[in-house]
């Protein structure tokens, strides 16, 4: 059915989604440098859960903390909410950044997308080869099959500057040895990151405070979508592959749909229609401030969006009925 002008989220979801990434937040900054990475996760999980399910929406799942063999809860293809309301689509990651929320390091966040439903791509939990800049420049200035050197210097190019003064954001993983070469070799700089590749997308939006221009390589196809929706509200471009480099996992994609494993997919593709995204920090990073707790108050920090007003909000939170968590 042809969709109205008026057709979209009710921008009251706005506020209720805020109040799922801090539910998520607060329990797993309970956990913070304890080393047990499934502990935390699993807190962030039962909170998130618990408070979608409180909102009024139809929802599935279609990016998750696993597939449904694979999950005890939140996994892809659940249906959460109240049952009434709005359809929609769902992607979160109650942690990101599980083994930073363990150590107690920088950028981990509570993480959650809405969009209408048939908006958000449903896709297995793999890996995705992703690149993204963020906003103000020429559509295709990036692309993914494009050598990495060529990419650094037409983002350089169009921001005016020497090579030697872009930084590319990477995740610090074996699979990248080559990649971070080829980078170097341009002359530009690299912040590699240990975990948490849905902060360093963001990163790139606002390069004057986080020092990223672009983000290269990959990571979870989850955090790609996430990702993805983060962009459509706050502005920049983004392309994504899913590495289905086996039969099980072509398997897998094909019964979600997916009929071409060499697809490149544009932001849009992604995550496209009328989209939310919030985020709660869970440790102190560039992007937010961590949860903190004192004697009768909790203190969040949150970021949310909607793509359709471009409307970003930061939401400074002091909550003092500590019940509620």
């Given amino acids: 059915m042809p969709k109205t002008p008026q057709a979209g989220l009710d921008r009251i979801l706005t506020l209720e989604l805020v109040r799922v ?24 999980v039962d909170a998130m859960r618990s408070e979608l399910n409180r909102l009024p929406i139809q929802g599935t799942v279609v990016i998750g903390e696993g597939e449904r063999d694979e999950a005890p809860m939140l996994y892809i293809g659940e249906e959460v909410g109240v049952g009434e309301g709005p359809e929609v ?77 872009i930084t590319a954001c990477i995740l610090d993983r074996p699979r990248h040895a080559r990649l971070i070469e080829e980078v170097r070799a341009t002359g530009a700089a690299i912040r590699l990151i240990g975990d948490g590749d849905v902060a360093g997308v963001i990163h790139t939006t606002d390069p004057d405070e986080t020092g990223i221009d672009i983000y290269m390589g990959i990571g979870g196809a989850p955090e790609g979508v996430l990702a993805a929706a983060a962009l459509r509200c706050i502005g920049g471009q983004m392309q994504g592959r899913l590495q289905l480099n086996t039969e099980e996992k072509v398997a897998r994609a094909a019964k979600m749909g997916i009929s071409d494993p060499a697809k490149v997919y544009r932001m849009e593709e992604m995550a496209s229609g009328d989209v939310l995204f919030a985020a709660t920090g869970v440790t102190d990073g560039n992007l937010l401030a961590g949860v903190k707790f004192a004697r009768d108050s909790i203190q969040t920090h949150t970021i949310v969006m909607r793509s359709s007003s471009g409307t970003v909000r930061e939401i400074k939170a002091r909550h003092q009925d500590l019940d509620k968590f």
Wanted: hydrophobic residues 45%; negative net charge; proline residues 7%.
């Fill in 21 to 44: 990434t801090e539910r998520a937040a607060v329990a797993a900054a309970r956990l913070r440098g304890r080393g047990d990475e499934k502990a935390a996760d699993q807190v962030a």
């Fill in 89 to 165: 689509d769902i992607a979160l990651d109650p942690l990101e950044g599980t083994t930073i929320c363990a150590k107690n390091l920088p950028n981990s966040l509570a993480v959650i997308a809405i969009a209408e439903r048939g908006s958000l791509l449903y896709a297995p939990d793999v890996y995705m080869e992703k690149i993204a800049v963020g906003p103000g420049y020429p559509e295709g200035i990036v692309d993914l099959d494009a050598p990495a050197a060529e990419n650094i210097e037409a983002v350089a190019k169009a921001k005016g500057v020497p090579v030697s003064e």
